[in-house]
């Protein structure tokens, strides 16, 4: 079964703090995304990053960074954290197929005051 | 531009009742379509797809999924719901040549006792 874990379910940190959350996957896909899902607005695509070292902006990247040197692993980083960031963060991978199903990690919940 | 509407942010069935959370999607070529559930505080798993061959697909706990392409529709049903079925759903469309998958608003399923 394809794992993908987050580094962390739940994350409070201060408005100005520098956040990174980690995203590792153990199957090998070429393909990583991260979401924000917040209600109402449902899933959100920061970045998304198609190999190792490259990365491309989704529909919401202002406010954030990503980083990918493995292809295993696949960070997300908040340069200044703002109450406006306060949301679930969802990690996702999938394969290099013609179907591009996406696997997700449990979520990270991160509360910003 | 692909796009995906899933109608009823929020549906409610009685316990035992057929559950129906529909999706239509706009494409220019033939898709594929997924549908994703979660629970609360979880990240999403998916509960079945369709590339190509046949039109119903069945996926997990007891849930199967149509698609019609003239209807351009993908909807979700289940013949008898069950309390543990409460969850928010999600419909997703790509059309293979992105990397990324096109999502719905979501829609959240309550059960009633």
């Known amino acids: 079964d394809v794992k993908v874990t987050q580094s962390s379910r739940y994350l409070v940190k201060r408005t100005g703090e520098k956040v990174f959350l980690e995203c590792v996957q153990d199957?090998?896909?070429?393909?990583m995304f991260w979401y924000r899902q917040d209600p109402g607005l449902g899933l959100r695509l920061i970045y998304f990053?198609?190999?190792?070292?490259?990365?491309e902006k989704g529909d919401i990247p202002e406010g954030y960074s990503v980083s990918r040197e493995k292809k295993e692993r696949f960070s997300l980083i908040l340069e200044s954290a703002s109450t406006n960031q306060t949301s679930m963060y969802l990690c996702?991978?999938?394969?290099?197929?013609?179907?591009?199903?996406?696997?997700f990690g449990p979520g990270t919940r991160l509360t910003v005051t | 531009a692909q796009s995906v509407t899933q109608l009823g942010s929020h549906v409610s069935v009685s316990e035992g009742a057929l559950v129906l959370l529909r999706c239509n999607y706009s494409?220019?070529?033939?898709?594929?379509l997924f549908w994703y559930v979660q629970y609360p505080n979880q990240g999403l798993q998916l509960l079945l797809k369709?590339?190509?061959?046949a039109t119903l697909v069945k996926g997990i706990n007891g849930f199967e999924a149509e698609f019609k392409k003239s209807e351009t529709s993908f909807h979700l049903t289940k013949p008898s719901a069950h309390m543990s079925d409460a969850a928010e759903y999600f419909c997703?469309?790509?059309?293979?040549?992105?990397?990324?998958?096109?999502w719905g608003a979501g829609t959240k399923l309550i059960i009633k006792p």
């Open positions: 997703a469309v790509s059309d293979g040549s992105h990397y990324q998958l096109i």
């Open positions: 199957m090998d896909h070429e393909n």
């Open positions: 494409s220019s070529v033939p898709p594929y």
């Open positions: 369709y590339t190509t061959g």
């Open positions: 996702a991978s999938s394969p290099l197929t013609r179907t591009y199903e996406q696997y």
């Open positions: 990053s198609y190999d190792v070292k490259m990365k």
